[in-house]
């Protein structure tokens, strides 16, 4: 199985690519889920990692909690879209799985460290800063860790905070350049393909009719996160932009992208967090990352649920 550490802000869509990734335990084994602020607090996406992980039946994978702020900026959180616990849309009971002992950048080090060179993958769903913080103090980590898949960043899509920049590279800029610039392979799923999936009301439904109690609780959680673009932009269905990491992973075949240059801006107040792909090589500068820019929407949502399926 593929060793993986999810660093995670969750979230409604940071709980489906937790949720996918537990459906999927012969083919990942989930070293542990390192948690940071971004879409809410830390104390709160803490606690919903572990309401997530003991609705998929996962409770045995450890939870650290990491940093509770970005490196230089003050942190911004994102209740306009998930709700003030950032899992509105589906009560899940308190957790009672532990958190662990020990801060998130000591296990990722820790973890990264005692395993042979490049087997550990990290799947990157929030803001970089437990990544960034790791790399800061564990300089050796970058030649260890086999790739990192996240989700953020925007290229011709445009930004979903400011007009140039995504959510998860907005909220610490510091910490994206640091990752961008540490030689580890990247995966990058940015706003161009997570918006090409929108979760229609028959997408949902499909998680609905789930014999199951995780498909109902996720078609909560969907219904929920999708009224902010339903509501501000008229669309149908709203963005499900994580869990696209993990299916990735499982399933490469269903993204097109290309491998890339990519750069963070950090500087300029109009244009923090954006994330500059130099799409059409005209920098020189050597490639970091594959970018990937298209999905098949429909082939997305059959693994979804076909793997939502198998969970309690
Ligand atoms: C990203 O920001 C968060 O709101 C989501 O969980 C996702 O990781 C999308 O911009
Ligand atoms: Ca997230």
């Known amino acids: 199985a593929l060793p993986i550490i999810i660093d995670t802000d969750p979230g409604q869509d940071d709980a489906v690519a937790i949720g996918l990734a537990a459906a999927a335990r012969e083919v990942f084994e989930i070293l542990g889920v390192t948690v940071v ?13 572990r309401r997530v992980l003991e609705l998929c039946g996962a409770s045995d994978v450890p939870v650290y909690a990491g940093a509770d702020r970005p490196l230089l900026e003050p942190l911004e959180t994102a209740e306009y879209v998930h709700g003030v616990s950032g899992l509105d849309g589906f009560d899940l009971p308190e957790p009672t799985m532990p958190v662990q002992p020990g801060h998130a950048t000591d296990f990722i080090i820790e973890t990264v460290m005692a395993r042979p060179a490049k087997t550990v993958t990290i799947c990157a769903l929030g803001p970089l800063t437990n990544i960034a913080i ?17 989700m953020g960043g925007a290229m011709s899509e445009g930004g979903n905070v400011t007009p140039a920049a995504e959510f998860n590279i907005y ?10 610039r540490s030689g ?8 161009d393909v997570t918006h090409k999936a ?10 609905r009719a789930l014999p199951n109690r995780c498909g109902p609780a996720y078609a909560g959680l969907l219904d929920f996160a999708k009224r902010f673009d339903e509501e501000k932009y008229g669309s149908v269905g709203g963005p499900l932009h994580d869990p696209m990491t993990v299916a990735w992973l499982l399933q490469p075949e269903l993204f097109s992208g290309r491998t890339v240059n990519v750069a963070i801006e950090t500087a300029s107040p109009l244009t923090r967090g954006m994330t500059v792909i130099d799409w059409w090589s005209v920098t020189g500068r ?20 076909e793997r939502f399926a198998r969970l309690p």
Do not use: K
């Open 134 to 150: 790791a790399l800061a103090r564990e300089p050796r980590l970058a030649e260890r860790i086999g790739q990192i898949v996240l």
């Open 198 to 207: 929108p979760t229609t009301p028959a997408r949902i439904a499909r998680f």
């Open 37 to 49: 602020a971004g879409n809410v607090p830390l104390p709160r996406t803490v606690d919903n990692a």
């Open 184 to 191: 580890i392979p990247l995966v990058v799923l940015p706003l």
């Open 171 to 180: 909220v610490d800029p510091q910490a994206a350049a640091l990752v961008f």
């Open 286 to 305: 050597p490639a970091n990352a594959l970018v990937l820019r298209d999905v098949d929407d429909d082939g997305f949502y059959d693994l979804l649920v």
